[in-house]
């Protein structure tokens, strides 16, 4: 079984910055790939960001030039930095991995359980 923990969400006026951190434990031979998702009230959740095990990286269009994704790959831990951020952006951001077990095994996809973002002055 696999968890993640995410960390770093919170209030935040408009145009300020945070990053979120979430740790991938358990039995893990890969992770590949990782990412945020987020959710807002009233819509349907969304891919904000995804990175690879060897960094290439995927962003939505709405958080191009605002948000960087990192990963740590000895640690199984991805990272979230989101800079001059909007009203738009708050929602519940999930952490996702997409994780092998074991060499042999199929992948399985695991989320973790939300941190909330608030962008409000």
């Known amino acids: 079984q696999v968890q993640l923990v995410e960390s770093g969400g919170g209030l935040v006026q408009p145009g300020g910055s945070l990053r979120l951190s979430c740790a991938a434990s358990g039995t893990i031979f890969s992770i590949n790939p990782m990412g945020w998702y987020r959710q807002a009230p009233g819509k349907q959740r969304e891919l904000v960001a995804s990175?690879?095990?060897?960094?290439?990286?995927d962003y939505a269009d709405s958080v191009k030039g605002r948000v960087t994704i990192s990963r740590d790959n000895a640690k199984n831990t991805v990272y979230l930095q989101m800079n001059s951020l909007k009203p738009e952006d708050t929602a519940v951001y999930y952490c996702?991995?997409?994780?092998?077990?074991?060499?042999?095994?199929?992948?399985?996809?695991?989320w973790g359980q939300g941190t909330q973002v608030t962008v409000s002055s």
């Open positions: 996702y991995a997409r994780v092998k077990s074991y060499y042999y095994s199929e992948r399985g996809d695991y």
């Open positions: 990175i690879t095990s060897g960094g290439s990286t």
